[in-house]
């Protein structure tokens, strides 16, 4: 069977459970769903109830954004199991946005449409999806215009709200599934966004969205409603007769109350939750029900509620609403049970290649590093300044002893622990993108192999190379070390492998902990690690045998060593400019314990690439176990 317009979405006898219990003491469980049954046919479906009624573990899980622990039940579209790659055929537009904001609305539309619309479709055709896309999102007028970030002025919160609803759209998805969506937006807004979903349903599509508190005027343009109580369905069936069904079980909505607010009133009254009314010991004086109930609901109408207290389950369990929902879901497994399959789809997780993906996502990237002023100009800026005030302190150092060694030895060391502190900036890279990305490899824009390939080349290239090409031309010469081409290149190339491994360690941290303040402290503390360690402020030699091991997994101790035998091999230093009592650089290497043997050089190279490796494959592992569903 093949999936077209008119897609009903059916959930059978659902329950979902979680584990609350602590890592050391499992089988703690609360139950976050109670035999749900739903159907959901072409239209603008919303589930409602009030915080922590489930609603929208229920939506994940109708969207296959859960994980399959703890779920029980069936959850089928048209009659078939849901295909396993459903993704590729549904659109999914979480809470919170995520877009790239330094890219126009028409870009941002157009990178969802250059990974998620198959090889098949031409460029010309993509371009023209997108076109579409903004004019039934009603976004002409801002096509063009950035969305925006704290440092660039984008638009206003309902047309970036309508762009994610754009990037699921382009695709031309028959389910489209929203958390909701009016979250952050005024009430103008939000109807403006809400009937522009409207207008897309009628076109064949289902919209399922999950909703706290609709004003009145939203709440007409529903299709189907089903409200949930702490897990369980008090009502499901249209919106247009969920106030007469209420009037029928005593609880009348009065004339000028929003249904929707009047719904969740009924619902936080007659559940255990529901507010009571407490005494003042002192004063033996009611405290004011008002102050314990939502802003808005009058206390004379929740006297009424008072007084027509009932049990919504089971009032909704003996309507007629609860029996025809029924039939349709038995018609529906029965549908299934005859004729068991999954829906027809292309045979491919994934709508564009590796190398397509690969491309878009840094292209996205370039362009998002070129309009991040801030990300682009400050690392060379710093890098230059630093560079300047330290050559300056450092100015053409001579070969006297020992002051001409010392400030050699100085020098190098500080240029390493610049190069790995000065990549603390690459923790954000992760942090501030670890909502798109989490939102993006799910919804199946791209592989997770094709995403961390993009962001290294287009971070440790443009980000990390540049400052520190800056950084070493001008330190190295004001300085006055060795004036030959092999040595100051020798001297850049071991930076920027410093460079990659610095930015590699923060990348692993980023991914590991997804915290800024907390991955702040895990950098720190490496990095003094690895500054003990280094064979400078403490001879490697009077380290306990117990702790020297630690200075192999020091980056810095292989940039110094590096460095040094770079410069001191071949020079002879003087005390006082007298020849008869010099040190050959030989010696003073041989004094911090550093060997001068040419594979001595070149195996603090080789050392600090197989750090390098090992960090970035552990930071791809890690990316892979990052949890893409709830």
Known sequence: MSLHQGTTISCHNLQYTVDIGQKCKKGQEKVILKGITGVFECGMNAILGPTGSGKTSLLDILAGRKEKEGVRGEVLINGNDIPRNFKCCSGYVVQDDVVMGTLTVRENLAFSAALRLPSTVSQKEKKERVDETITELGLEDCKDTKVGTMFIRGVSGGERKRTNIGMELVIGPTVLFLDEPTTGLDANTAYTVMSRLAVLSKRGRAIIFSIHQPRFTIFQLFDTLHLLSKGETVYHGSADDSIDYFSSIGLECEAHNNPPDFFLDVIIKNSSTAPS??????????????????????????????????????????????????????????????????????????????????????????????????????????????ALIMGMVYFQVDTSYPAGTQNRTGAFFFASIF???????????????????????????????????????????????????????????????????????????????????????????????????????????????????????????????????????????????????????????????????????????????????????????VALSCIMIILFALSYIFLLRVPKHK
């Open 419 to 605: 190069m790995v502190f000065s990549n603390i900036s690459a923790l954000e890279l992760f942090v501030d993108e670890r909502k798109i990305y989490i939102h993006e490899s799910s919804s199946g824009f791209y592989r997770t192999s094709s995403y961390f390939i993009s962001k290294v080349l287009c971070d440790l290239v443009p980000m990390r190379v540049l400052p520190t090409l800056v950084f070493a031309a001008i330190y190295y010469w004001m300085i006055g070390f060795r004036a030959e081409a092999g040595a100051f290149f020798i001297f850049l190339l071991t930076l920027i492998l410093v460079t990659f491994c610095g930015t590699a360690l923060v990348f692993l941290i980023s991914i590991k902990v997804g915290i800024v303040s907390v991955g702040l402290s895990l950098v720190a503390a490496s990095n003094i690690i690895m500054f003990v360690f280094a064979g400078v402020v403490v001879n490697t030699s009077s380290i306990p045998d117990w702790l020297e091991w630690v200075k192999y997994f020091s980056i810095i101790r292989y940039s110094v060593n590096a460095l040094s035998i770079n410069e001191f091999k071949g020079l002879t230093f003087c005390r006082n400019n007298r020849t008869d009592s010099c040190i050959t650089g030989e010696e003073y290497l041989s004094d911090l314990d550093v060997s001068i043997s040419d594979w001595d050089l070149w195996q603090n190279h």
């Open 277 to 386: 009314i407490e005494r003042d010991p002192e004063s033996h004086s009611s405290v004011k029900l008002e102050s314990k109930l939502e802003e808005g609901v009058a206390t004379t109408e929740m006297n009424n509620m008072n007084a027509n207290t009932v049990d919504l389950t089971k009032s909704y369990k003996s309507s007629r609403f609860y029996h025809e929902v029924e039939a349709k879901a038995a018609e529906i497994i029965k549908l299934h049970d005859n004729n068991p399959g999954t829906i027809a789809l292309p045979d491919y997780d994934y709508a564009s290649g590796f190398f397509t993906q690969v491309s878009v996502v840094a292209k996205r990237a370039a362009i998002n590093y070129r309009r991040s002023i801030q990300v682009s100009v400050v690392p060379l800026v710093m890098g230059s300044f630093i």
